[in-house]
Structure formats: C-alpha cells, structure tokens
Nanobody, 124 residues
Framework: QVQLVESGGGLVQAGGSLRLSCAASGRPFNNYAVGWFRRAPGKEREVVARASRGGGITYYADSVKGRFTISRDNAKNTVYLQMNSLKPEDTAVYYC?????????????????WGQGTQVTVSS
C-alpha cells in the first residue's frame, strides 16, 4: 500500500476556492489511479473526482463538474483537487484514495489506500 496524507482544507466563504493536496509515499505513485472522495455529515462517502495513473483521464461527479479539477504530479508524488466556486453543500471531510489496479472506480471498496481526511467547511 501507499501512504497518503491530505492537506489544504479549511474554512472558506461561499464562492471561494481551496486547493487540496495529497502526498503519497511508500510505493511508486504512478502505479496508482487516484480518487478524491468526501463525506458530509450524515451522508455516505461519495466520489468527487478520479484520475488515471498518468493523469490524462479524469472523471468528476456531476455536482462538482466545472468547479473542481483533479490533477497529479507524479514526480512530486502528489495529487491535487482545485476547488472553485465553493458552495455550502461542498462542506465535508475530503479523502484521497489510491487503487493499485488503476480501475478509476467510483466504489470506495476498490481503493486500497486512504488518507486520514481533511475538513472543508464552506460558509454561506
């Protein structure tokens, strides 16, 4: 497994931006597809964005399409989530995850490595 550590969360007003980072260690990061997930209070964990091993293929949840951008720098073993035009409903704990099989799955069970999460709070 690869070890993942998220950072960059915080409190922001609606309409603002945040950039989350997820630093990987322990294994060659370019062997893994990656995903950003989030869990809002009282809700299930949901996928937000996914990127292929090289970063050339990306997918987004409809709720964030056009506002969020996932990217990765394999030389730095880091994946990013740029979040713009934030809304109060984006408030959640955000997690990055990695899948050594590179499936780009939406299912949490298909990811074998997880970070500890970072809190994002968007005030109205």
């Amino acid at each position: 497994q690869v070890q993942l550590v998220e950072s960059g969360g915080g409190l922001v007003q609606a309409g603002g931006s945040l950039r989350l980072s997820c630093a990987a260690s322990g294994r060659p990061f370019n062997n893994y597809a990656v995903g950003w997930f989030r869990r809002a209070p009282g809700k299930e964990r949901e996928v937000v964005a996914r990127a292929s091993r090289g970063g050339g293929i990306t997918y987004y949840a409809d709720s964030v399409k056009g506002r969020f951008t996932i990217s990765r720098d394999n030389a730095k073993n880091t994946v990013y989530l740029q979040m713009n035009s934030l809304k109060p409903e984006d408030t959640a704990v955000y997690y990055c995850a990695a899948d050594v099989l590179g499936r780009l799955s939406q299912a949490t069970g298909d990811y074998d490595s997880w970070g500890q999460g970072t809190q994002v709070t968007v005030s109205s």
